[in-house]
Each structure stands twice: as C-alpha cells, then as structure tokens.
C-alpha cells in the first residue's frame, strides 16, 4: 500500500473530528496523558484525558475551531482547538469568564484566535 497524506478539507465533518481527536491525543501523549474517546457526551465531554500521576483527569470538549458555547459553562471542561497549526487546551470557563469581563460575547465561534486576544491564549497553546 502507498501511503498519502490527505487533504484536511477534503473530510467530512465525522472524519475531521475523527482526526482531530487523533492529533489532540498524541500531543496530550507527550505531556503524559492517555485520551479516551467517548463514543457519546460525558457532562459536555469528546474524550477524557487521564495522566499518568494517577489524580489529573480533564474533561475535554474536541473542536475545529476556538468555540466557546454557554451550555458548557459550568461543566468544568477545556476545549481543545487546533488555530494557524498549533493546538490549544483552554479551560472553557476561564476563556469566558475572560471574554465577559472585557464586555464581549461568551458563547462564539472564530477560524482563528483574534490578534487582540493571543497573548491570552497563548499560556494554552501545547504542542
């Protein structure tokens, strides 16, 4: 068998996250983590990241895109992204709570991280 690279764009919405779920987890790996995918929502949950120190255990909600929605406020859940190559592990409700105090709306969806915002994000970004 020949092996190809794909085309992220080329995939359809199941096998996007599908992949995403796949490179989130071998990050996490790295930082001593071991990601079990969810078959359905566990408290707003795609998949549970448990470390190997045997107590860290992140619920995290798996996106295409930074995606703050309020239904997950409250659930203490961090959502991972991929934005311009890099992936990021934000807690959601710190990223909200960010978001309001500057008067801005807490439940959006953005293709990418707003220049004003970076310096934010940027203590989240792992890989």
């Not at 991929?82 to 709306?105: C, I, K, M, S, T």
Request: proline share 2%; hydrophobic share 40%.
């Amino acid at each position: 068998m020949e092996m190809r690279k794909i085309e992220y764009a080329a995939l359809n919405d199941r096998q996007k996250e599908n992949y995403n779920f796949q490179k989130c987890a071998a990050i996490l790996a790295g930082y001593g983590f071991n990601c079990i995918r969810l078959s359905d929502d566990y408290k707003g949950a795609d998949f549970i990241a448990l470390h190997i120190d045997g107590t860290t255990e992140l619920r995290v909600q798996l996106k295409g895109r930074l995606n703050l929605e309020d239904k997950y406020t409250g659930k203490n859940l961090f959502i991972a992204f991929p934005d311009n190559g890099r992936w990021f592990l934000v807690p959601h409700d710190e990223a909200r709570d960010y978001f309001a105090a500057q008067g801005l709306l807490t439940s959006f969806s953005r293709g990418h991280i707003p220049a004003k915002h970076s310096a934010f994000f940027e203590r989240f970004a792992i890989g």
